[in-house]
Every structure is written in structure tokens, then in C-alpha cells.
């Protein structure tokens, strides 16, 4: 089967220059966090540039994580302290290391890695209390080798189905 064998055996990383002059906006970037057993790498990737910055992964920040989920399953008066200090929190591990990066940029894909994947990122809040939703339009993706084959629908130009669910038979 043809198509099965471009799926199975086909090429499906994307280089840093194809990544950037094909799939990411003029004003986005993406954040794809990296964990490691003592750190976490997050490379920041634009049109212009591509930079590496190593963050340190602390014991605080896996229990950061689960505790602003708790906080949000709750969604409760009493633990909007609780959410608070941890969306503070885990902004200024994850995020504020790289606010000089992002300036000048109004989207963000965020590509996170294991326990980052839990994290609400447009819920995180700054040292002025404003969510990171309020700067910039947030985006997830689960790996740049993902957006190559986003792109690749893009270019295609017959739409010939339409197509909705649920569906009934009755009228």
C-alpha cells in the first residue's frame, strides 16, 4: 500500500530553516520545553532566530505543576490563593526567563514535555497579575516534526467534504 508505506518510512523531522521560513508566523515563536533529569531545555524559535536556554528543574516546580491542577479541579473561592502563588510560580520558572526573547512577538506555540504538559501556560500569571493569554494568542503543538505535515495540508487546495458529528438520521 502506497500510502501507507509514505506514512511508515517517510522523512518526518523539519530543520530549524524549513521550521522558520515555512510554518512560524512573522509575529510568532514557539517555546518547546525539553525535560531533563536536573533541567529543562527550551529552545525559543522564530523567523530570525533560534536560542537555547537551559532552566533548572526543581522538585518545587513538579509540585507547582500538581498543585495548580489541584487548584483548578477544585475551582473553589478558597484555593484561588493556591492557584494564584503557583501560576506566579511557575511563570517565573518557565517564562520569565525568556520575556526579553519574546518582546515584539504576539504568538505563542507552546510545545511542552511530560509533567509541562499539564499546564494551563495562558492561565500563568506575571508579576503584574496579567495572564499570559492577555500578551500574547497561545497555541500547543506535541512536536515541530508535527507542524511539517500541518503545513503540507495547508498547501493543499481541493476541500471536497464537509463533514460534521454528531449527526442523526431523523429530521
Sequence with gaps: NPAYNKLHFEETTISFP????KIIPKNGAILSYHMGDSSILCWVITKEKREMYELPKTDSLIYSIHELSTAL?????NDNMLFRKNSHKLYDQLIQPLVSQLKGYSQLMIIPDDELSYIPFEMLLDENDKYLLDNFAISYNYACSLLKKEGELENRTSNSILAFAPYSDKT
Design 18 to 21: 524549513e521550521l522558520q521560513q
Design 73 to 77: 479541579e477544585k475551582n473553589s473561592g
